[in-house]
Nanobody, 121 residues
Framework: QVQLVESGGGLVQPGGSLRLSCTAS????????MGWYRRAPGKQRELVAT???????NYADSAKGRFTISRDNAMRTVYLQMLSLKPEDTAVYYC???????????????WGQGTQVTVSS
């Protein structure tokens, strides 16, 4: 079993910043990639940013220049630093990892419960 614990969401004014964290625990041999997705009210879940074990990153166009994803492999933790937040960033943010439970085993996805980010004045 793998658990993802997210933190850092909340209410912030436009132009403000937040830092999300997500820590993975459980039966994990290795984590290939970690990332953040979000679902805004009335919309489908969408990619925000991902990062591989080697540090390669990928960002949605809406996140480029404002958000930074990073990870601490030893702590099995991924972060999302969000700057210059806009009302359209309001969403539930979900942490995702793709991991192996055993050497050479399949890669499985796991999702967190989500943390609410609200950008409003």
């Amino acid at each position: 079993q793998v658990q993802l614990v997210e933190s850092g969401g909340g209410l912030v004014q436009p132009g403000g910043s937040l830092r999300l964290s997500c820590t993975a625990s459980g039966i994990i041999f290795s984590i290939y990639s970690m990332g953040w997705y979000r679902r805004a009210p009335g919309k489908q879940r969408e990619l925000v940013a991902t990062i591989t074990s080697g540090g390669s990153t990928n960002y949605a166009d809406s996140a480029k220049g404002r958000f930074t994803i990073s990870r601490d492999n030893a702590m099995r933790t991924v972060y999302l630093q969000m700057l210059s937040l806009k009302p359209e960033d309001t969403a539930v943010y979900y942490c995702n990892i793709n991991y192996r439970a055993t050497v050479g085993g399949r890669i499985f996805p796991s999702w967190g419960q989500g943390t609410q980010v609200t950008v409003s004045s």
